[in-house]
């Protein structure tokens, strides 16, 4: 439980430094579709909503590649990039399931540097 506690100071730490930078605190879901657009490496533009799914998709697998789920295999010709599955996500409930894209969002951000590694 400790751990959980701890997971969700943190996630409201980088929520609050994003919302820093975008005037606005963000959910899940808009961490996950800046996690794809920064993935896609495009800059900020006017997507679609299929696109801004894709962005999210990619998101998600671009996070779950941490625990092993999901391997790159390249970018498409227009720049998009292609994962494959490795392994079946455990199936969990959609609380877990966020608790673990929020764990590895923060590892995402870590690893980028735009918030420091937990002590």
Not at 62 to 91: A, I, Q, T
Request: aromatic share 12%; charged share 30%.
């Amino acid at each position: 439980m400790e751990m959980k506690k701890e997971l969700h100071a943190r996630w409201e730490q980088l929520t609050d430094k994003l919302a820093e930078d975008f005037g606005k605190k963000p959910d899940l879901q808009t961490v996950l579709y800046l996690i794809g657009v920064d993935v896609l490496g495009q800059g900020f533009r006017k997507f679609t909503k299929e696109e801004k799914q894709d962005l999210m998709h990619i998101a998600v697998c671009r996070l779950l590649m941490f625990s092993g789920y999901y391997e790159f295999v390249g970018n498409d010709e227009e720049g998009w990039p292609h994962f494959k599955p490795l392994k079946k996500v455990p199936g969990v409930n959609m609380l877990e399931q966020e608790d673990l894209l929020i764990a590895h969002a923060l590892y995402y951000f870590e690893e980028i540097t735009f918030i420091q590694p937990e002590a």
